[in-house]
């Protein structure tokens, strides 16, 4: 079956702009995961969903980050007034459960947001 | 809060050789470790899942070990192929902080290089 997907691939912006980012999970996995990736480093981690609820938000740097996932599906997370330091690749990921010792996690290809 | 850390940073092996890579974890209360591998520009890749109550997975040429007491990792790579290139990260899902079971905690990653 299809994996997770991540659009768009690339998105290059300028400064104090608006971005969104979506993610498509692997069918019928309830937990999905935000993290972001700079050069050279290993991801950090942004936020998680159990279904629709975020149920760790720890990750999120500031409020001008948010993500949102109304119908336990889709995931959108959106970056407002976006600085230089946002620059970074995004991965989403997606796994069966959130709960089990076993809930592996599998990751989209991300998305490079360039910030001008 | 949980800190990882993978030994070395690089590793650059000949075809043919047995490679192992480490990884430590500051704090052993863990629900499972994943290994990835990562090619440039590209996503995530699970390899391998352990789950707490286990000591070792394995698939392929590919055998991963985990002493949470020591919080340590190892993934051992038999016969390496210059396919084999990429970089290498493990990943600890942990308690620590309270509920969160699906946060990931990533190391910096092994970069690794198999030249023919």
Known sequence: GAGVSQTPSNKVTEKGKYVELRCDPISGHTALYWYRQSLGQGPEFLIYFQGTGAADDSGLPNDRFF????????????????????????????????????????????????VL | KQEVTQIPAALSVPEGENLVLNCSFTDSAIYNLQWFRQDPGKGLTSLLLIQSSQ?????????????????????????????DSATYLCAVNARAGGTSYGKLTFGQGTILTVHP
């Open chain 1, 67 to 114: 993500a949102v996932r109304p119908e336990g599906s889709v995931s959108t997370l959106k970056i407002q007034r976006t600085e230089r330091g946002d620059s970074a690749v995004y991965l989403c990921a997606s796994s069966l459960t959130w709960w089990a010792s076993y809930n592996e996690q599998f990751f989209g290809p991300g998305t490079r947001l360039t």
């Open chain 2, 55 to 83: 000591r070792e997975q394995t698939s392929g040429r590919l055998n991963a070990s985990l002493d949470k007491s020591s919080g340590r990792s190892t993934l051992y790579i038999a016969a390496s192929q210059p396919g």
